[in-house]
């Protein structure tokens, strides 16, 4: 098993930055893919940004590439979203999520999910 436990989030003022944290523990070994996913309200969970658990490949949706950049550290079993040029539409609460086998953008694949953490941003 996996656990992932999210922090970061807040109010924010559109043009403004936060930086997510994903916090993995147990058998983080396992974990090949990781990646974050949000769920804006009374809307799907969408993707947003994964990244292998090794670091040499990432993945963006079309709404945050340019904006968001996704990273890892491995010694620290920490995921990172840093979040720039927040924008209202942006309002979400965000997953991080682990994947033992796979890299990909489908929700449907991770195995493990975060708890979620909200981010507001305001016009």
């Known amino acids: 098993q996996v656990q992932l436990i999210e922090s970061g989030g807040g109010l924010v003022q559109a043009g403004g930055s936060l930086r997510l944290s994903c916090a993995a523990s147990g058998r983080t070994l396992s974990i090949y893919a990781m990646a974050w996913f949000r769920q804006p309200p009374g809307k799907e969970r969408d993707f947003v940004a994964a990244?292998?658990?090794?670091?040499?490949?990432?993945y963006y949706a079309d709404s945050v590439k340019g904006r968001f950049t996704i990273s890892r550290d491995n010694a620290k079993n920490m995921m990172y979203l840093q979040m720039n040029s927040l924008k209202p539409e942006d309002t979400a609460v965000y997953y991080c999520a682990a994947d033992p086998s796979r890299f990909g953008t489908l929700k449907v694949q991770y195995d493990y999910w975060g708890q979620g953490t909200q981010v507001t941003v305001s016009s």
């Open positions: 990244i292998t658990w090794s670091g040499s490949t990432t």
